[in-house]
């Protein structure tokens, strides 16, 4: 039995609460503690747009898990997998791959460990990058033949964003200038929308010869915050916080924010794969977790339940 807490109708939009309500229900999505996450929905919807952000990982949270019936490429994987690039550099690359990749998912590896593994791989794969001269005009085409796609209805989530002026900050251990690149040809550029991710450097031929710091990886977004200050600056008075995420560490990518700790955080997680084995875990990181590589239909139905009907 889900409980909607009556007050929740300053905004009337009952037939909304009753969207939410249904969604809640669907077989993909798994609740936590249902108190809890009702008490959450209170809090955000009384304190209204104003007090609220959002917080988004990019790959494989806003992309999908699969595209065209293989695995979607992560925003490093547009670069990796690209046909622009020569063979001796997809080759080089899917080896640091294959080292790393299971060190990142051990379990019978120490957080420390792990963290160190991912420096190690972030660092080796720019420096790959570097090596092979990655060039800014490419960078179009490379997504544009690549196997990535934003998840079906983020569209809809983003309009609804952006006309309540609500910021959208994507917070990604993958590549900036890839993101910025697939926003731009399968959505577009917000008003309302941060990306916060490593960024290629150029020099004055428009070849890649560095990288942004802090380097930016799956384990250490908590850590980078304060170094983008100028970025989080809308955070500083509001309230509320709606935090997506796909992994294990994305849940504590807000903790680094003055004050974050204290705020009112729905965390929706998706889980993509291995289920049975993680979904354990997954419940004790998230709010609410939705299992299997679906759309953002569920997102879009907790804003509209989040949000008044009229801007």
Same mark, same amino acid.
């Given at each position: ?7 929740? @109708? ?24 249902? &108190? ?13 747009? +104003? ?28 670069? $990796? *997998? ?9 080759? $080089? ?46 960078? @179009?085409?490379?997504? +544009?033949?690549?196997?990535? +796609? ?54 004055? @031929? ?19 915050? $304060? ?48 289920? *049975? &084995?993680?979904?354990? @875990?997954?419940?004790?990181?998230? *709010? ?6 679906? *759309? ?16």
């Amino acid at each position: 039995h889900i409980v909607v807490i009556n007050s929740m @109708r300053r905004f009337a939009f009952p037939a909304v609460q009753d969207g939410i309500k249904i969604a809640l229900q669907w077989a993909h999505v798994r609740v936590r503690d249902m &108190e809890s996450l009702t008490r959450k929905i209170h809090k955000v919807t009384t304190s209204g747009p +104003a007090q609220l952000m959002v917080f988004a990982d990019f790959d494989m949270t806003l992309t999908s898990f699969c595209v065209n019936r293989r695995k979607g490429c992560t925003s490093y994987g547009v670069i $990796e *997998d690209s046909s622009l690039m020569p063979e001796s550099f997809r080759e $080089e690359i899917l080896q640091v791959k294959n080292k790393y990749y299971p060190i990142e998912v051990a379990k019978d590896v120490s957080l420390e460990q792990r963290t160190q593994a991912m420096v190690d791989w972030w660092k080796t794969s720019n420096g790959l990058i570097v090596k092979y001269g990655v060039k800014k005009n490419d960078i @179009r085409e490379m997504v +544009a033949e690549a196997n990535i +796609a934003l998840r079906p209805n983020s569209y809809e989530v983003f309009c609804l964003l952006e006309q309540h002026s609500i910021p959208l900050y994507v917070f990604s251990a993958g590549l900036a200038d890839i993101i910025h690149e697939v926003f731009l040809q399968q959505s577009r550029l917000w008003t309302n929308m941060h990306i916060i991710s490593n960024r290629l450097l150029y020099d004055e @031929r428009g070849v890649t010869k560095g990288f942004s710091e802090p380097l930016i990886h799956s384990f250490n977004k908590h850590h980078v915050t $304060e170094f983008f200050k100028e970025d989080f600056k809308e955070t500083v008075n509001r309230a509320n916080v709606l935090l997506l995420g796909d992994s294990q560490g994305d849940p504590s990518m807000t903790d680094g924010i003055n004050g974050m700790k204290s705020h009112s955080i729905i965390k929706i997680g998706f889980l993509n794969h291995d289920v *049975d &084995e993680l979904l354990s @875990r997954y419940m004790e990181l998230y *709010d609410v977790v939705l299992t299997g590589d679906g *759309d953002m239909g569920f997102v879009h139905t907790m804003l509209q339940a989040l949000l008044p009907t009229t801007a």
